[in-house]
């Protein structure tokens, strides 16, 4: 049960913009109920005993066709039928006059890809594992359910914790993947490669799990090369005949790595394995600290 105020103050820093989106740093006020039930009160700037604040971000949807609202409503739907600690928490969508809202937990360190590049060269195997595996396990849940995310990429990977002291690990949650990509353009498609499976950058109704396989594949590639995306100073057409010509992104030199992405990298989706198994792989594979994952295998054609 919720409800809004008119009131501007909710609104605070902006943290950048996303596909057909903006995203606000915000504050959700929760008052609790006379009965003791909750009852969330968005965007309250009042304070009363029983109440307290929580750290939201406000993915603000740009004034769009209806048909890409629906595909935001759904991903929020979506999103608050799930519930894993490796996905980040969405509490509601709020509808006010023309402007749809996503109101999604506020994660401290922020997105995966600008901590990397921050701290290029620095970041240990064992760290990069860490994340790879919790990442497995919130794509092996959503499979479970016959889920599909649609947007899996570094960028949408959020630091809980950092996990660089001593004996911490690092803590990761998968953000919402936004507008579904069934409703954006080609060029906009295109853009995503190389995480957009190949087979949804032709027919968008090609989306199925297996599709999530593909960009955890690319997503893996980001994570070893400290954020260093392949194909990215490729223009779109370049990009596009990349796909065409069944061309292979490049491998980390460590082999029962690069074994595991090659296989999530695959052209034909239903080759790609499942989550499960992936995740039983990694969680197999005994990282070495000493190993360095970030140089491309020199033998890689
Ligand atoms: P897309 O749907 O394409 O992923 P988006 O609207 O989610 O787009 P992003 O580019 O993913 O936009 O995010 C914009 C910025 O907001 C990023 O810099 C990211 O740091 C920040 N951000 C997004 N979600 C959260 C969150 N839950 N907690 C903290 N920061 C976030
Ligand atoms: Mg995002």
Not at 20 to 37: A, D, F, M
Request: with cysteine; hydrophobic share 35%.
């Amino acid at each position: 049960d919720m409800h809004l105020l008119e009131d501007e103050d909710y609104k605070r820093a902006h943290l950048g913009q996303g596909t057909h989106t903006n995203i606000y740093e915000g504050v959700l006020h929760v008052c609790s109920g006379v009965n003791g039930e909750d009852e969330t009160e968005y965007f309250s700037t009042e304070q009363n005993n029983n109440s307290r604040d929580v750290h939201v971000v406000l993915k603000m949807l740009d004034p769009s066709h209806r048909d890409v609202a629906l595909a935001f409503f759904e991903t929020a739907s979506l999103m608050s039928q799930v519930s894993h600690i490796h996905l980040a928490f969405v509490h509601g969508v709020c509808v006010r006059g023309s402007e749809n809202i996503m109101v999604e937990e506020y994660i401290e360190h922020g997105p995966l890809d600008v901590f990397l590049r921050k701290n290029k060269g620095r970041i240990m195997v064992g760290w990069k594992f860490t994340v790879a595996a919790q990442l497995a396990s919130a794509l092996s849940y959503l499979e479970g359910k016959n889920l599909v995310h649609g947007n899996v990429c570094a960028k949408n990977i959020l630091l809980a914790r950092k996990g660089l002291e001593d004996g911490l690990l690092p803590f990761i949650k998968l953000s919402d993947p936004g507008v579904s990509f069934t409703v954006l353009s080609r060029e906009e498609r295109v853009d995503r490669i190389p995480w957009i499976a190949p087979e949804c950058v032709r027919d968008v109704s090609n989306l199925s799990t297996a599709a999530d396989k593909w960009s955890f594949g690319t997503t893996l590639l980001e994570i070893c090369f400290d954020a260093d995306v392949p194909l990215k100073e490729r223009t779109p057409s370049e990009k596009e005949r990349f796909y065409e010509k069944k061309h292979r992104l490049p491998e980390p030199s460590f082999k029962e790595l690069a074994t595991l992405i090659s296989q999530c990298l695959n052209y034909a989706p239903g080759e790609r394995p499942s989550f499960r198994t992936i995740l039983r792989d990694l969680t197999q594979l005994q990282p070495d600290n000493r190993l360095d994952i970030t140089s491309v295998n020199p033998e890689f054609p």
